[in-house]
């Protein structure tokens, strides 16, 4: 059997880390300024104070949002405003409101102009940056962040929010510089350590360090499913399969709904030979999350190395519904059509893994297999020269 695409492992495995630039971890938001947040009058007159009553009624929305209403810190930061407009603090907690319940256009109204009321308050520059992130508005983010910083140097938060923003822009180096710093100013800081953890992971494929940071989670946030998770994931990676097979146990034991867990540990048991049990996991995935590609991609796999071309197919197929630019897809979908040598539809899947990624030279080669099967050696030949020229 031809090889199949050698499975990335990174890109299958590691998917923990949020798209908006946060860890998934909703307790403790990148642009939280937490309900302590001190009165400054940077941008206002020198004899400004606040007025009283609405001091008092900023302090009562935010006890009420350490409880988790937030529908009356809202009335009350609310009120606070109406006693006094030019009181920033209570316009930029409403802003974390507004951030918390993923109403970003409101939030990014309140973090502005709380920022316009008083510019020398820190806390709405990270609520911004934030927002921004969540809007894939790096480069303005990363001023944002970089103000808040700027404003108050121990702001462990913005250094979070910030190195968020790097792995985004893959500048991975300072996303762990900015990282580090968050946990030196807030040792117990659980986001910045998972983010720092998933950045050696899943960009520096540092595991060793990665399972560190997962660990430091784990002792500090035992319930923390993603810590487990994405430390199987980089076990996973070490091929020291039995020790993810635990971390994803546990984290099906915290949520038994939680797809990706039983996808990487089908993974894990596909390459201890474990195939009705990896079945069963990828089948509990799929039932789990129907458009979970991973899951359907590395079954396709477990199909292909046990020889059930038409399941392997199917699944790739699949995958190739869900993700039309998935060339790993392609080519191994590719390589299983050469094996029942219906070489036409090889060749269509390699010619789409070529549009894809010109680059590489595995679906040149394997083209040039397939023409040359149908007596094509004029097109073979090209193939192989391109093949050759890449792989160098």
């Given at each position: 059997?031809?090889?199949?695409?050698?499975?990335?492992?990174?890109?299958?495995?590691?998917?923990?880390?949020?798209?908006?630039?946060?860890?998934?971890?909703?307790?403790e938001p990148a642009g939280a300024t937490g309900p302590k947040g001190a009165v400054s009058v940077g941008g206002?007159?020198?004899?400004?104070?606040?007025?009283?009553?609405?001091?008092?009624?900023?302090?009562?929305?935010?006890?009420?949002?350490?409880?988790?209403?937030?529908?009356?810190?809202?009335?009350?930061?609310?009120?606070?405003?109406?006693?006094?407009?030019?009181?920033?603090?209570?316009?930029?907690?409403?802003?974390?409101?507004?951030?918390?319940?993923?109403?970003?256009?409101?939030?990014?109204?309140?973090?502005?102009?709380?920022?316009?009321?008083?510019?020398?308050?820190?806390?709405?520059?990270?609520?911004?940056?934030?927002?921004?992130?969540?809007?894939?508005?790096?480069?303005?983010?990363?001023?944002?962040?970089?103000?808040?910083?700027?404003?108050?140097?121990?702001?462990?938060?913005?250094?979070?929010?910030?190195?968020?923003?790097?792995?985004?822009?893959?500048?991975?180096?300072?996303?762990?510089?900015?990282?580090?710093?968050?946990?030196?100013?807030?040792?117990?800081?659980?986001?910045?350590?998972?983010?720092?953890?998933?950045?050696?992971?899943?960009?520096?494929?540092?595991?060793?360090?990665?399972?560190?940071?997962?660990?430091?989670?784990?002792?500090?946030?035992?319930?923390?499913?993603?810590?487990?998770?994405?430390?199987?994931?980089?076990?996973?990676?070490?091929?020291?399969?039995?020790?993810?097979?635990?971390?994803?146990?546990?984290?099906?034991?915290?949520?038994?709904?939680?797809?990706?867990?039983?996808?990487?540990?089908?993974?894990?048991?596909?390459?201890?030979?474990?195939?009705?049990?990896?079945?069963?996991?990828?089948?509990?995935?799929?039932?789990?999350?129907?458009?979970?590609?991973?899951?359907?991609?590395?079954?396709?796999?477990?199909?292909?190395?046990?020889?059930?071309?038409?399941?392997?197919?199917?699944?790739?197929?699949?995958?190739?519904?869900?993700?039309?630019?998935?060339?790993?897809?392609?080519?191994?979908?590719?390589?299983?059509?050469?094996?029942?040598?219906?070489?036409?539809?090889?060749?269509?899947?390699?010619?789409?893994?070529?549009?894809?990624?010109?680059?590489?030279?595995?679906?040149?080669?394997?083209?040039?297999?397939?023409?040359?099967?149908?007596?094509?050696?004029?097109?073979?030949?090209?193939?192989?020269?391109?093949?050759?020229?890449?792989?160098?």
């Open positions: 059997m031809r090889k199949l695409f050698s499975l990335c492992v990174v890109a299958l495995l590691f998917v923990s880390f949020n798209s908006k630039g946060q860890t998934g971890n909703k307790e206002l007159a020198k004899d400004y104070v606040p007025n009283k009553d609405a001091v008092e009624a900023k302090n009562q929305g935010n006890a009420a949002l350490d409880k988790g209403d937030y529908k009356e810190a809202l009335i009350l930061f609310n009120k606070s405003i109406a006693l006094d407009p030019k009181y920033a603090n209570p316009v930029n907690n409403r802003g974390n409101i507004f951030l918390d319940q993923e109403k970003y256009a409101e939030a990014l109204v309140d973090f502005t102009r709380a920022i316009e009321m008083d510019p020398k308050l820190w806390q709405p520059y990270t609520g911004r940056g934030t927002v921004y992130t969540y809007q894939e508005k790096y480069a303005e983010a990363l001023v944002d962040f970089t103000k808040a910083i700027e404003i108050e140097p121990k702001h462990a938060k913005a250094y979070n929010g910030r190195g968020a923003v790097y792995t985004y822009q893959e500048k991975y180096a300072e996303a762990i510089v900015d990282f580090t710093k968050a946990i030196e100013l807030a040792p117990r800081y659980v986001n910045a350590i998972y983010n720092r953890g998933l950045t050696y992971g899943k960009n520096q494929q540092k595991y060793v360090e990665a399972i560190v940071d997962f660990t430091k989670v784990i002792d500090l946030a035992p319930k923390h499913k993603e810590a487990y998770n994405s430390r199987g994931e980089a076990y996973a990676l070490q091929q020291k399969y039995a020790e993810a097979i635990v971390d994803f146990n546990k984290v099906i034991e915290l949520d038994p709904k939680y797809a990706n867990a039983y996808s990487n540990r089908g993974f894990c048991n596909g390459e201890l030979k474990k195939y009705p049990e990896a079945k069963a996991d990828f089948a509990k995935a799929i039932e789990l999350d129907s458009k979970h590609k991973e899951a359907y991609f590395k079954r396709g796999m477990l199909y292909a190395n046990q020889q059930e071309h038409s399941k392997a197919i199917a699944d790739y197929t699949k995958v190739i519904e869900l993700d039309p630019k998935n060339a790993k897809a392609y080519h191994n979908r590719g390589a299983l059509y050469s094996d029942l040598k219906e070489y036409a539809d090889a060749i269509g899947d390699y010619t789409k893994v070529i549009e894809l990624d010109p680059k590489l030279w595995q679906p040149y080669n394997n083209r040039g297999i397939a023409y040359k099967s149908l007596g094509k050696t004029k097109e073979a030949e090209a193939d192989f020269a391109r093949a050759k020229e890449l792989e160098k």
